[in-house]
């Protein structure tokens, strides 16, 4: 699974007796280090991976087909439906690197292993690093923090508004504010339930309901819930889902919600914890088909090897260009959450 990984050296070293022969084994460090690490991304099923070719992209959305599919008489000719620009959103893409260096003496004298172990933690700290950043987009989208790291970090959707909202808005037909960002059930939470089938049942049911700009059912169907790296959580979470009757009574009625949902839980959220135990709730299909989370991949991660003039030891250079972001909030909501709409 190399996705677009590159190696490459410097010309010196390229023609170097020492380093010629250590070019394939280290190449074939980094490309299985780099694919087995990325089995390790907790996020790769909740951004969707878009292409970049500039520095920048620019995403509209777009509203649904107007009228949708209308009944028209045999031989008749169909409506030309049209599709209106809705909100314009510009992604940039950022510069992100890191290195370490391994002695000209090591390299000559063929000792290698600190080119590998250093190479393999490169790796290694590569998806940590986008595990990080992925987790941190999140948590400042729920928190409403725009930096991480110091950096600036854009958590809003196309409608200007943070990705998660109590009044987002549409523009083309002046649908009314719509929420994605909601408090629990407050019964509940006082006795420390944070998720059940009743919360979830009422959550599904809130995002089903969104409209699209022009006023029409979205067709979103939460299919992946998210929680930090909570034992509360979780032990809720999958007692829900893994029930076959209402997990919260003695009764024997179907639980309905059981075998629907996948769980995505990962301590890159834990920030999330606090006063509130937020979860959050994704469509995967609908972000798979329009522009939701996305992960703006410009240039995947290169890694290059050369000569430190001044010191004669060889640096192992890696760097990629990228930007996780949001256009639309339709796929996602977060429930749990001080000063939240009501979940009724």
Known sequence: MNT???FTVSGDLANSIFFKDLYAPLKSVIVEKYNEFAQTDTFKDIFKEVSSD?????YTSMSELIGGFEQIPEGGVPKISERIEGYKKFVEN???ANSFHVTRNAIEDNKISGAI???????????????????????????GTSTY???AMDITSADGLNLFHTAHTSKVEGVATQSNKYAGIATEIADGVYFSSDALAKAETVMQNILDDNGEIAGITPDTIIIPNDATLKKQVFGVLGATQVPETNGNAFNFLVGRYNVVVSQHLNKLIGTDKPFILLDSNY????????????ESLRVR?????KTENVVFAGADRHCYSAIDWREVAVFNVTGGSALE
């Not at 972000?287 to 410009?298: A, T």
Request: aromatic residues 14%; glycine residues 10%.
């Open 305 to 309: 090897a050369y000569t430190d003039e």
């Open 117 to 143: 172990n250093g190479l393999a933690l490169m790796m290694r700290n590569y998806w940590l690093s986008r595990n990080n950043e992925g987790g941190a987009f999140l948590v400042n989208a729920v928190n």
């Open 4 to 6: 677009g990984l590159l």
């Open 287 to 298: 972000n798979s088909v329009v522009d939701g989370l996305i992960y703006q991949n410009r």
């Open 54 to 58: 500039s520095f920048a992209e620019s």
């Open 149 to 151: 790291k110091g950096k």
């Open 94 to 96: 950022f510069n992100y």
